[in-house]
């Protein structure tokens, strides 16, 4: 066994000093995950073991794991004097130094005196010099000659049997005993046989990891579920059951990923001796999951190109995420906001004064009593669909049986309210049964699962009003079929057509014959000219580089939006076949919905449903209609857009960068909800895309990107800086490129950077709001909208860490830098010519390549 030797440290005084060569940090940056800031210090090298030879470490002295990746040693937390013995993560900067182990976590040392050591019965100690035990972990049951302690290279302290036989036994390890980080190769859970439990307690504070109030872990009651506790072991969050991709209620974007994507694996073993989730890194990526002290779960990436922390995933997300939100037989849906609670089928509010103050806890129940047939035959289910699995606590499994064979079991027992498979990564294998009331309830826009409630219908109907309800039926039936084969001998005639037919044939001819998944319809030229009266000016909506936009209205009295693409508009087959198949694959609240197309000689048309409060730009930039734009309206449409991001970058089955965004193509629904629009310039990127490269530059002045502008280059951070220049349009209602006083400053990005600086950003805010809005949310927007135009891409944050920054007021990132103005040399490359400086905002324009 080598044995390095162990290297003393001299420990600075702080976290400023042990940062040499840096300025005085601001308070932001002080702020930057608190957490996660720690006075470590600098060390050439060091041993990764403990012997009976070289038994202890003195504060100040490291133990270092054989890679390199990990370190052990005593550490004193921000702002506080308190000395303990921890593991971090080693030869990452010293500004996002992590722990993610600790020893003594409960018993402190007061002083630098202490020593970290390896006994003679393989116990593992911290003490000081007056022989003070401020803890140790459990002796081993019998006496083992040569015990070490070891620190690995995947950050798991453990005590071994320093032998030649591998088989030597495991006495001790730091990974049963984890604090607040669940690392790869970790076990979250219990084993049934010896009673360990592995579950995360969070830090009381950021500067003290005392147990706090929080605990995650794997409640294994009827289905086991993920869950995290807060004080009293109170359900704060629950993750729900394993379904074989995820856990039904971590979200689409949990702890793993699926298909191209995929950075790890996940494990979730059910055996008679243990239970327990794990995952395991592919690659050299680093990651972990950390509960943090105010009860909020976060999976971290480190991204060394940037050397910061991203935060990939994070729960509780929304309102719906809190245990049983809509109570008993309650539904939550987040998109519904702010009315997210309704009941399921067959249910009414328990307490509709309650209800109607948002305050859903009561929940719903019955409108009449449940009666079932005792062979179930006349039960019926009603199928929510996306669903986070309600409350398994008190359901039970069935792993032998399938869907059929599910719904069997649940129809033949009057006390089943709901069932569902088990296991949907073996095409729905077992079976879940809910005999008791449905709790906690949620269902997502993408993602989630099938489950299937009883429908509480009253079965006490006589066998006469059956026979006279199936009479009546068929009339009804006949009825219509008639009324229908009149309007469609009316509507052929008018139209001298037949009916618009499916655009699968169209699509297979775009594509090349590859088969589109799509409900578009292929409109018919006459169709479109009696919709719009023949493109009349009254039925004009706007008109856009693109070309105009007109309203119209189909035969079955629909509202759409027809866009009409010009020849000028630098659109052609190309930009059309890839709006048409990008967006037909897209579906999220805040993407517009698209209806169909219709190609005829020269013209291209694409409709779109209505939006009747048409765009934002015709709101933000127009005084009066500015002030009907209230802030939290504005708030809202920021999240709608940042969320809608979020799924093209990440959720959505393609990863898509949109390359156009910008407030004309944010539309706005009745409700005013925003919904991206616009896909002609949008790209399809795979999983091991960074970025790509073009020669033709498409997109609006003010909105992209320096480096797409000067290069060529575009990625996910191209649309996060168009996102920032779209933020801070919203705050001040002026335009990034309009014609506007802003003192010295050229544009939009750099008034706003100059306020920043001087404190003085209220200056920034739209006069149309009246001084009405919240102080803290503009700073916000202001702050992270400084965050996504920075100049260089690698400083800006990711749509998801866009969306956290949002959902999470305490989240603080670095202070922004210097945004692009766009007032930097352009790179020396003769394919690359400027754009011209007098170029008109919302114009789209082409860079053309130098000669």
Request: a neutral charge.
């Amino acid at each position: 066994m080598n044995r390095s030797k162990l290297q003393t440290l001299t420990p600075f005084g702080g976290w400023i000093q042990a940062i040499p060569n840096r300025h005085q940090p601001s308070m932001s940056e002080l702020l930057v995950i608190p957490a996660l800031l720690f006075a470590f210090f600098s060390v050439s090298s060091s041993a990764a073991t403990l012997n009976l030879s070289q038994p202890l470490i003195s504060d100040g002295q490291i133990l270092i794991s054989t890679n390199g990746t990990f370190a052990l040693g005593f550490f004193k937390p921000f702002n506080s004097s308190n000395r303990y013995v921890g593991i971090w993560y080693n030869g990452i900067s010293s500004i996002n130094n992590t722990v993610v182990w600790v020893a003594n976590r409960r018993n402190p040392i007061p002083h630098s005196n202490g020593t970290f050591s390896l006994t003679a019965d393989g116990s593992l100690r911290i003490s000081d010099r007056n022989s003070t035990i401020f803890w140790s972990s459990p002796s081993a049951s019998k006496t083992f000659a040569n015990p070490m302690a070891q620190l690995l290279d995947t950050g798991n302290l453990i005590v071994v049997e320093e032998a030649a036989d591998p088989n030597a036994g495991l006495l001790w390890q730091s990974f049963d005993h984890p604090t607040n980080t669940l690392l790869p190769g970790m076990k979250l859970g219990s084993n049934l046989k010896t009673g360990l439990s592995r579950n995360l307690t969070s830090w009381l504070s950021p500067s003290d990891p005392s147990p706090g109030n929080y605990t995650m872990a794997i409640d294994i009651r009827g289905v086991p579920q993920l869950v995290t506790t807060g004080a009293g072991s109170i359900w704060l969050w629950r993750g729900g059951t394993w379904n074989g991709f995820g856990f039904t209620g971590a979200g689409p974007d949990q702890f793993y990923d699926i298909g191209l994507y995929r950075q790890f694996t996940s494990v979730f073993n059910i055996t008679e001796e243990e239970i327990y989730y794990c995952f395991n890194m592919i690659g050299n990526a680093i990651s972990r999951v950390t509960l943090e002290p105010d009860g909020m779960a976060k999976r971290y990436e480190w991204v060394a190109s940037s050397g910061k922390w991203n935060i990939d995933w994070f729960a509780p997300r929304d309102a719906c995420d809190h245990m049983s939100e809509c109570g008993a037989n309650g539904v939550c849906n987040w998109s519904n906001s702010p009315n997210i609670c309704s009941c399921l089928d067959g249910f009414v509010a328990r307490n509709p004064a309650n209800w109607g103050r948002q305050n859903w806890k009561d929940g719903c129940v019955t409108r009449t009593p449940l009666e079932c047939g005792a062979n179930g035959t006349n039960d019926e289910f009603a199928l929510v669909r996306g669903a986070k699995l309600p409350d398994t606590a008190a359901a039970t499994v069935d792993m032998s049986l399938d869907l059929d064979g599910c719904r069997s079991r649940c129809s033949t027992n009057c006390s089943c309210r709901a069932y569902a498979s088990a296991d949907l990564s073996r095409g729905g294998r077992g079976c879940i049964l809910w005999t008791a009331e449905i709790e906690d309830l949620r269902v997502y826009d993408s993602g989630g699962q099938d489950l299937y409630v009883r429908s509480l219908l009253s079965q006490n109907g006589s066998k006469r009003k059956s026979w006279v309800f199936a009479v009546a039926a068929v009339a009804i039936v006949l009825f219509l079929l008639f009324i229908s084969l009149c309007i469609f001998m009316v509507w052929k005639h008018r139209q001298g057509a037949t009916s618009p037919k499916r655009g699968d044939e169209m699509m297979r001819e775009l594509e090349g014959g590859q088969e589109v998944n799509s409900d578009l319809s292929l409109f018919q030229f006459t169709q479109i000219l009696d919709a719009t009266n023949n493109f009349s000016n009254e039925n004009k909506l706007g008109e856009g580089g693109f070309g105009p936009v007109y309203k119209g209205k189909l035969l079955g009295g629909q509202d759409v939006a027809i866009k009409r693409l010009s020849a000028r508009s630098g659109q052609g087959l190309e930009e059309f076949k890839n709006e048409i198949l990008l967006i037909a694959n897209l579906q999220h609240r805040n993407l517009v919905k698209l209806l169909g197309c219709c190609i005829h000689g020269e013209e291209k048309m694409l409709l779109y449903e209505y939006m009747p409060n048409k765009s934002l730009d015709l709101f933000l930039f127009d005084q009066e209609q500015g002030s009907k734009l209230e802030w939290s309206r504005r708030f809202q449409i920021i999240d709608g857009v940042a969320q809608g991001l979020l799924y093209l970058h990440k959720h959505s089955r393609l990863r898509v960068v949109h390359r156009d965004l910008k407030a004309s193509n944010i539309l706005l629904d009745a409700d005013m909800n925003p919904k991206i629009s616009d896909f002609g310039m949008a790209r399809i990127f795979t999983a091991n895309e960074a970025q790509a490269i073009t020669r033709r530059i498409m997109g609006t002045f003010g909105y992209i990107s320096p480096e797409y502008a000067f290069k060529g280059l575009f990625s996910v951070k191209s649309d996060v800086f168009s996102f920032g220049v779209l933020l801070l349009e919203i705050v001040s209602g002026k335009r990034n490129a309009g014609f506007h006083e802003f003192g010295s400053s050229s544009n939009l990005l750099a008034y706003a950077w100059e306020l920043w600086k001087e404190g003085t950003w209220m200056e920034l805010v739209d006069p149309a709001l009246g001084g009405q809005f919240r102080h803290d949310e503009v700073a916000r927007s202001i702050y992270v909208a400084l965050l996504c135009v920075q100049e260089g891409p690698e400083d800006r944050p990711v749509m998801s860490e866009v969306v956290a920054m949002f959902g999470n007021e305490n989240l603080v990132f670095n202070s922004p830098k210097q945004p692009a103005f766009f007032s930097m040399k352009i790179a020396s490359n003769a394919d690359w010519a400027p754009f011209n400086a007098h170029s008109f905002n919302d114009l789209s324009f082409s860079i053309v390549t130098g000669r």
